[in-house]
């Protein structure tokens, strides 16, 4: 199993920046294999953020945060951050952290959320 732990939401103004992290832990962390950020606005579905292969390093990012976004990993530490630039109003959300481990075709571990709202 994996545990995933989000820190670093809050308050900022447009065209301001903020860095998120998730901290992972638990007994089958050896086997992430990506990692990634989601979201969730109110009334609105959960949408992909970006990602980071755990082996390769190599990043994946949705159109609406590229050149904005940035996602880094620390294997050996298991944690990965989202740095957040010129952030704009429709980046409020809730982020999730999720980790795609063991044999799972798809992400099977959450974390439970962090708020960040974009406002003046």
């Known amino acids: 199993q994996v545990q995933l732990v989000e820190t670093g939401g809050g308050l900022v103004q447009p065209g301001g920046s903020l860095r998120l992290s998730c901290s992972a832990s638990g007994p089958t962390t050896y086997s992430i294999n990506f990692m990634a950020w989601f979201r969730q606005a109110p009334g609105k579905e959960r949408e992909f953020v970006g990602r980071?292969?755990?082996?390769?390093?190599?990043?994946k990012y949705d159109d609406s945060v590229k050149g904005r976004f940035t996602i880094s990993g620390d294997y050996a530490k298991n944690t990965m951050d989202l740095q957040m630039n010129n952030l704009k109003p429709e980046d409020t959300a809730v982020y999730y952290c999720?980790?795609?481990?063991?044999?799972?075709?798809?992400?099977?571990?959450w974390g439970q959320g962090t708020q960040v709202t974009v406002s003046s």
């Open positions: 999720a980790a795609r481990y063991g044999v799972s075709p798809s992400y099977n571990a």
């Open positions: 980071i292969s755990w082996s390769t390093e190599s990043t």
